[in-house]
């Protein structure tokens, strides 16, 4: 059985953490203490995390990561789904993420972006939250 999971601020977030150090070789930071964190169990164990909270006036999602031995099996697909579910129902107009260079083609699958200039071998991606982003009743799906 597959299945996702988040957890508030404020929570134990120690399994969140321990597959964030698994995946990424980091610790906890600052920013756990105002983020959701997410799990992505297979069976049980958990397989994939990603965290997301607010800054500067958007939706930010990171640390967004699958076990190598896990990965190619849509754990990473789930994440992204649930991230953009959370961040919709939570009435964002956007979710911004920041990645390696060599990732962009997966978050472009979600509509992801690159916004502004990257900063050497990290981007920075928006993918505009319940339409085209656009602005205007083009796709018939804008929030105003």
Same mark, same amino acid.
């Given at each position: &059985? ?5 957890? #508030? ?16 070789? !980091?610790?906890? $930071?600052? !920013? $756990?203490? /105002?983020?959701?964190? /997410?799990? %992505?169990? =297979? ?7 990603? =965290? &997301?909270?607010? =800054?500067?006036? $958007? ?6 990561? %699958? /076990? ?8 990473? $697909? /789930?994440? &992204? =789904? ?6 919709? !129902?939570?009435? #964002?107009?956007?979710?911004? %993420? ?9 978050? #472009? ?12 071998? !990290? ?22």
């Amino acid at each position: &059985m597959v299945e996702g999971k988040w957890f #508030a601020q404020g929570g134990d977030i120690s399994q969140p953490l321990a597959l964030r150090q698994a995946v990424f070789g !980091t610790a906890a $930071d600052d !920013t $756990d203490a /105002l983020a959701q964190q /997410l799990l %992505v169990y =297979r069976e049980g164990a958990p397989v994939g995390a990603a =965290r &997301m909270y607010w =800054r500067d006036g $958007d939706f930010h999602a990171d640390y967004i990561g %699958v /076990l190598p031995e896990e990965r190619g099996k849509g754990f990473g $697909d /789930l994440l &992204m =789904r649930l991230l953009l579910y959370k961040a919709e !129902t939570h009435g #964002a107009k956007s979710l911004v %993420v920041e990645c390696p260079a060599e990732l962009l083609a997966f978050f #472009a699958r979600y509509g992801f972006a690159a916004q502004g200039e990257s900063e050497g071998e !990290t981007l920075t991606l928006r993918a505009p939250i319940g339409g085209c982003g656009a602005g205007c009743a083009q796709c018939g799906g804008c929030k105003p």
